[in-house]
T-cell receptor
Framework: GIQVEQSPPDLILQEGANSTLRCNFSDSVNNLQWFHQNPWGQLINLFYIPSGTKQNGRLSATTVATERYSLLYISSSQTTDSGVYFCAVYPGGFKTIFGAGTRLFVKA | NAGVTQTPKFQVLKTGQSMTLQCAQDMNHNSMYWYRQDPGMGLRLIYYSASEGTTDKGEVPNGYNVSRLNKREFSLRLESAAPSQTSVYFC????????????FGPGTRLTVT
């Protein structure tokens, strides 16, 4: 089946720094979504981005479907950005495959 | 709009006990999903319901059953709980056509002793 790899697995940033999180997938997918899981366990939708680039405030995402990767950019990080960032891919039908996540800690 | 709601929030079971996790959505979505999340891992799909009246197995269906009660509600049942089913369970919903963006409930933390 399709493999989803996220990197880096862990990331520590000083508040105000920028970062790039990567999601690689081993086969073509129909859709891709980025989530933030906050320290209380809540899953928050960030982007639904099967291809192209989207921006929402300090966050932006780019998916290059033909090269099988997606990037999540966080600029001017804040302590509230801490948590785990997941990408999820939809290879076809309704099945969803999640990556293992990138655990981010932003220091004040 | 409450979005996706789940009950209960926490539950402790003894091995062999049964229970049903409830999920409801008020976004008029056709598709609903159940996932489990184990420590340090991403979510894994247990079952999904593409539309009212249909259910299908996901990646890890063994030990679970589901019921799509109506368009709003999708329940997950553990008939005989095992310690390996200790996990956090998430319900999600989405539209059946593009965009397929999934929206998640707050989760149920289940411990089986």
């Amino acid at each position: 089946g399709i493999q989803v790899e996220q990197s880096p697995p862990d990331l520590i940033l000083q508040e105000g720094a920028n970062s790039t999180l990567r999601c690689n997938f081993s086969d073509s997918v129909n859709n891709l979504q980025w989530f933030h899981q906050n320290p209380w366990g809540q899953l928050i939708n960030l982007f639904y981005i099967p291809s192209g680039t989207k921006q929402n405030g300090r966050l932006s995402a780019t998916t290059v479907a033909t090269e099988r990767y997606s990037l999540l950019y966080i600029s001017s990080s804040q302590t509230t950005d801490s948590g785990v960032y997941f990408c999820a891919v939809y290879p076809g039908g309704f099945k969803t495959i999640f990556g293992a996540g990138t655990r981010l800690f932003v220091k004040a | 709009n409450a979005g996706v709601t789940q009950t209960p929030k926490f539950q402790v079971l003894k091995t062999g006990q049964s229970m049903t996790l409830q999920c409801a959505q008020d976004m008029n979505h056709n598709s609903m999903y159940w996932y489990r999340q184990d420590p340090g891992m991403g979510l894994r799909l247990i079952y999904y319901s593409a539309s009212e009246g249909t259910t299908d197995k996901g990646e890890v269906p063994n030990g679970y059953n589901v019921s799509r009660l109506n368009k709003r509600e999708f329940s997950l049942r553990l008939e005989s709980a095992a310690p390996s089913q200790t996990s956090v369970y998430f319900c999600a919903s989405s539209e059946v056509r593009a965009p397929y963006e999934q929206y998640f409930g707050p989760g149920t933390r289940l411990t089986v002793t």
